[in-house]
Nanobody, 121 residues
Framework: QVQLVESGGGLVQAGGSLRLSCAAS?????MGWFRQAPGKEREFVAS????????WNADSVKGRFTISRDNAKNTVYLQMNSLKPEDTAVYYC?????????????????WGQGTQVTVSS
């Protein structure tokens, strides 16, 4: 069982930046970020496979968010720039065990507890 621990959330003004981190307790194939705003369904944000040769981003964050990973640390990062109030949500880290899970559809085997990101206007 792999544990995922997110960090880096907080309150920021519109136009600002935040970097989320997610540390895994073991090796994973793909890691990704999802978010859920109040009253809305969880949605895909970004994903990256272990080699970092392939990444996926939701259209809503393209050009603003960048996903990366450090395999030596079993950690994935989400650099979020030009934040908008509509980015406000709980951000969840996800990871898959094998190459069967990646991209926006996964499936993902492990999930973190989530970290709150609030963007004020």
């Amino acid at each position: 069982q792999v544990q995922l621990v997110e960090s880096g959330g907080g309150l920021v003004q519109a136009g600002g930046s935040l970097r989320l981190s997610c540390a895994a307790s073991g090796r994973t194939y793909a890691m990704g970020w999802f978010r859920q705003a109040p009253g809305k369904e969880r949605e895909f944000v970004a994903s990256i496979i272990w080699s970092a040769s392939s990444t996926w981003n939701a259209d809503s964050v393209k050009g603003r968010f960048t996903i990366s990973r450090d395999n030596a640390k079993n950690t994935v990062y989400l650099q979020m720039n030009s934040l908008k109030p509509e980015d406000t949500a709980v951000y969840y880290c996800a990871a898959s065990k094998t190459s069967n899970g990646y991209g926006s559809l996964g499936p993902y085997d492990y999930w973190g507890q989530g970290t709150q990101v609030t963007v004020s206007s």
